[in-house]
């Protein structure tokens, strides 16, 4: 299943980060982030509930970005 989110970050390098950060996420099969659009398409695998791993990719996320923004 994918899902579209609205994402606030500051640069396409801090968005790069946060896109290989995504898909490390167990959960995510695939993550794909636009800079230009501000938005995050996350693939989620089979089974997995997208309110349970989104917390997940964000605390990953902020690991290497730590001012990104997921709205979900």
């Known amino acids: 299943m994918k899902k579209r989110y609205k994402i606030d970050v500051d640069c396409a390098n801090c968005a790069n980060k946060m896109?290989?950060?995504a898909k490390k996420t167990e959960g995510v099969k695939d993550a794909v982030?636009?800079?230009?659009?501000?938005?995050?398409?996350?693939?989620?695998?089979?089974?997995?509930?997208?309110?349970?791993?989104?917390?997940?990719?964000?605390?990953?996320?902020?690991?290497?970005?730590s001012d990104c923004q997921i709205f979900f």
């Open 19 to 21: 896109e290989v950060e």
């Open 33 to 65: 982030v636009n800079f230009m659009t501000l938005k995050m398409i996350v693939d989620f695998e089979d089974g997995v509930d997208p309110k349970e791993v989104m917390p997940r990719v964000l605390e990953n996320c902020k690991k290497v970005e």
